[in-house]
């Protein structure tokens, strides 16, 4: 019965992130394809990249992506491959072209325009009638003392 | 009968919000002090109803009735007993009451120690908590309802989710739902004030300690929730970026520079409209939240059950609240004429900028977070937004915060100096910069982030312990140090909370260039070495849990001859789920934490193991906690304990604007 358990419990458990048979032996080809996998989605997954999923298609690509490199294709080259079979979706990254400007350019822009707001308040509150009444600053004073 | 019951008193409460809604506000604009003071005992009467409902359904959990719908599709008989008693807050419904509880709760500490507010205030900040309470209780009562039976109860439950069956699901949701909740009360201060049309400093400091409160909530709740996920998960990540995620840092970012803000409130009656706002926007991004969490439009690991109709109606809640709060502050906003001045150089301009930033990159999480729903439905691309760009978008705007912050928490208020700070931060800068140089040296590869990491670090904390060393006036060392230790408790918590974050920037930037992985597939007896530690694989057995089975590697982990520890990573499977986990072992040191997760069996024989060294990881939710300490210092500083009720006196003085 203990047996059976084990048995069932092998045939359940998960696919693991990367394994240690897809590895390549090479360092340096190895160290590309991680950076790269997790840039990469998981096309089946719940938001996460194929270098930390346990789904078989994680697996799958990421050992299409090892063969890729190995068979001297650019980063570049890799990502468009898988780019190209199943969408821009697999990008984590999304790339600053076309709408996607909108996303990359639109905090700075905003950063900006609240810089502009910042300093022209700053700008109002210097311009205006500095110093307070001796009422009020008596009045001030109480209050930030209590 | 009890479920009954239950039923019925959160029945009662959602009644009993209806009225505390309607008479204190109508009370409070026709001057009539019986419709006000009705307020008060609306507020204890319906925490205590809810807690009661909250009562009867973590008993249904405990005593395992499966006449419950909720109890048999999320427990199960076998279940260790702290389990069944998070499990109640481990599914929609559950966490919904916990909810409601944390939200009457709120309410009703308004009412017991609000005091010193002036009472048409009080009355009106009581009556929009209870408007959310009523939105929430419509929300539970007909779309999420805890208490529904099932006819025929069957003779065991389907067991909770096995990822949620950790301690971590006990502290986690219920420290966030006090951050999140806790935002509602800044919120029902800023209506209220927008109503009265006068913010003041007696204003300020009455909001304060609920927003410090909140943030310090929310605080905890992330860094136990990052906590979690980083033994949990089994890769020892400590951020994600996902949707969930998200939703509860954008409140903690604006909370954060809302905190800031209402000091300038509090201490020179500036900046009033833009705190209100952030006020708003704070519980604003709290329902946000709720929305992403409940809906389900954004996919993400830890949805709860997803469900279009129940996002709708948080998303109708959302536009009515926000929406409408949004409209009264365009109104009324120009009423509040602020009354400090100040130079471009002061605290006030640093407190501005600390906004200008907090608010920005709060931006940017929000934009990363919703923009696959509208690259979707606005340009018809299906695409995502991952961590890379997080971490591109978002990190120039942290650096440019722990660039600015040791300059702008010393200048003066109303008309600083730069020479002042810089001469009290010249050294500190010296410092980090040879820190940096020399963490460049050690390190391997030509990385930058690590040594930028620790500069920024060495500066925030530096920074924060000139502040305090320059506060100290001139004397001898020892009477220096005698006047620090007597500042005032909101001084403490503020350099407590800045070094934690230091030490946070810190620990995120060491673990994150410095971590070393090994992936392997191990022989038991077999020793390989990782870093300066050596593994050995001394054996793997199968065991039985209370209501799992687990595979347990046994691994002891050497360094030289001396031996660090045993460590025993597992693989669980829990049958009534029919899922597995993976449990790391982990050793955690100040310095490094040695991770560890064994995988599957290898054909060849041997296992698959994975061992990470992560340096200086416990940094990152000990500056995290830091803050959160220096948020309890701030509130047990003396002006707040006992400044509210003086400050009414005073604040019948202070003329309407």
């Known amino acids: ?146 | 009968m009890l479920i009954e019951l239950g039923h019925f008193a959160l029945i009662l409460a959602f009644g009993i919000a209806i009225v505390q809604m309607i008479v204190p506000m109508v009370g409070a604009h026709r001057g009539n002090a019986a419709w006000m003071a009705l307020a008060e005992p609306a507020a204890t009467v319906q925490f205590l109803l809810t807690g009661f409902a909250f009562a009867v359904l973590t008993w249904a959990f405990v005593t395992s009735d499966f006449s419950l719908q909720l109890v048999y599709l999320n427990s199960h008989t076998d279940k260790p007993m702290i389990y069944k008693i998070t499990g109640v807050w481990g599914n929609h419904e559950g966490s919904m009451l916990l909810w409601m509880l944390i939200l009457t709760l709120f309410g009703a500490c308004a009412a017991w120690f609000g005091d010193g507010l002036p009472t048409r205030l009080r009355a009106r900040v009581l009556s929009v908590q209870a408007s959310i309470a009523v939105a929430f209780f419509a929300f539970v009562l007909f779309t999420s309802n805890p208490f529904v039976r099932l006819e025929v109860p069957p003779l065991n439950g389907r067991d909770l989710n096995p990822l949620l069956q950790d301690p971590g699901l006990a502290f986690h949701p219920p420290f966030l739902y006090l951050g999140y909740v806790g935002l509602s009360m800044s919120f029902s201060f800023a209506i209220a004030a927008l109503i009265e049309g006068r913010v003041d400093a007696a204003w300020g400091r009455w909001v304060r300690p609920w927003t410090l409160a909140a943030w310090m909530f929310l605080t905890i709740g992330i860094a136990l929730g990052s906590w979690w996920a980083y033994y949990e998960l089994g890769w020892g990540g400590f951020w994600f970026w996902d949707p969930v995620e998200n939703a509860s840092f954008m409140p903690w970012l604006i909370a954060a520079a809302l905190l800031h803000s209402a000091i300038v409130v509090e201490k020179r009656e500036a900046l009033k409209s833009w705190t209100i706002l952030l006020a708003i926007l704070a519980f604003g991004f709290s329902l946000l939240g709720a929305f992403i969490v409940r809906s389900g439009v954004l996919t993400s690991v830890h949805a709860f059950a997803n469900d279009p109709a129940r996002g709708m109606l948080i998303l109708i809640i959302l536009a009515v609240f926000l929406g409408g709060a949004l409209t009264l502050f365009a109104f009324r906003a120009g009423k509040l004429e602020a009354k400090g001045v100040f130079s471009t150089v002061s605290r006030e301009s640093g407190l501005i900028l600390n906004n200008i930033l907090l608010s920005v990159s709060c931006f940017v999480v929000f934009i990363g977070t919703i923009w696959p729903l509208v690259a979707e439905m606005l340009f018809d691309r299906t695409l995502s937004v991952g961590p890379p760009f997080f971490d591109a978008a978002f990190t120039p705007f942290m650096v440019a915060i722990a660039i600015a912050l040791p300059f702008g928490s010393m200048l003066a208020w109303k008309r600083g100096t730069f020479e002042r700070a810089t001469k009290a931060l010249a050294g500190w800068f010296v410092l980090a910069i040879a820190c940096a140089a020399l963490a460049y040296a050690i390190q391997s590869g030509n990385s930058a982030l690590g040594p930028i990491g620790v500069a920024l670090g060495v500066w925030v904390v530096g920074g924060a312990l000139a502040d305090l060393w320059i506060r100290s006036g001139r004397d001898t060392v020892v009477e220096r140090l005698r006047r620090i230790a007597r500042l005032p408790r909101a001084d403490w918590g503020k350099a407590t909370a800045h070094i934690g974050m230091g030490v946070t920037i810190f620990g995120i930037a060491a673990m994150t260039a410095w971590q070393q992985e090994d992936i392997r597939v191990a022989d038991v007896g077999e020793r390989w070495s990782v870093g300066q530690f050596e593994f050995q694989l001394d054996g793997v057995n199968q065991l039985q849990g209370p209501n799992y089975l687990t595979t347990m590697a046994d691994i002891s982990v050497w360094r030289g001859d001396r031996q660090v520890g045993d460590l025993h990573p597992e693989k669980r499977f829990y049958p009534v789920a029919n899922m597995p986990t993976t449990e790391a072992a982990i050793i955690n040191g100040v310095l490094r934490d040695i991770y560890v997760v064994v995988g599957d069996p290898q054909e060849n024989g041997g296992w698959a193991v994975r061992i990470y060294l992560k340096p200086f990881a416990n940094w990152i939710w000990g500056g995290a906690m830091l803050m959160a300490l220096g948020g309890c210092f701030s509130l047990s500083d003396r002006r707040l304990r006992v400044g509210a009720s003086s400050a009414k006196r005073s604040a019948k003085a202070v003329p309407a604007e």
């Not at chain 1, 394994?19 to 998981?42: H, T």
């Not at chain 1, 997954?45 to 194929?50: K, L, M, Q, V």
């Not at chain 1, 799958?60 to 090892?66: A, F, M, Q, S, T």
């Open chain 1, 1 to 146: 019965m203990k047996r059976l358990l084990i048995i069932v419990m092998l045939l359940a458990s998960p696919l693991w992130a990367v394994e240690p048979s897809e590895m390549l032996d090479d360092p340096v080809l190895e160290d590309r394809a991680r950076a790269l996998s997790q840039g990469l989605r998981c096309p089946v997954c719940r938001n996460e990249s194929i270098d930390e999923s346990n789904a078989i298609l994680a697996k799958e690509l990421r050992i299409v992506l090892r063969e890729r490199i190995s068979d001297g294709d650019t980063d570049r080259q890799a990502v468009d491959f898988l780019v190209a079979r199943y969408g821009e979706y697999v990008l984590l990254r999304p790339d600053a072209r076309g709408a996607n400007l909108i996303l990359w350019l639109a905090a700075p822009a905003l950063f900006l325009i609240a810089l502009g707001i910042g300093w022209s308040t700053i700008r109002t509150k210097r311009a205006a009638p500095a110093g307070l009444s001796d009422e009020e600053k008596a009045e001030l004073e109480k209050i930030l003392r209590s």
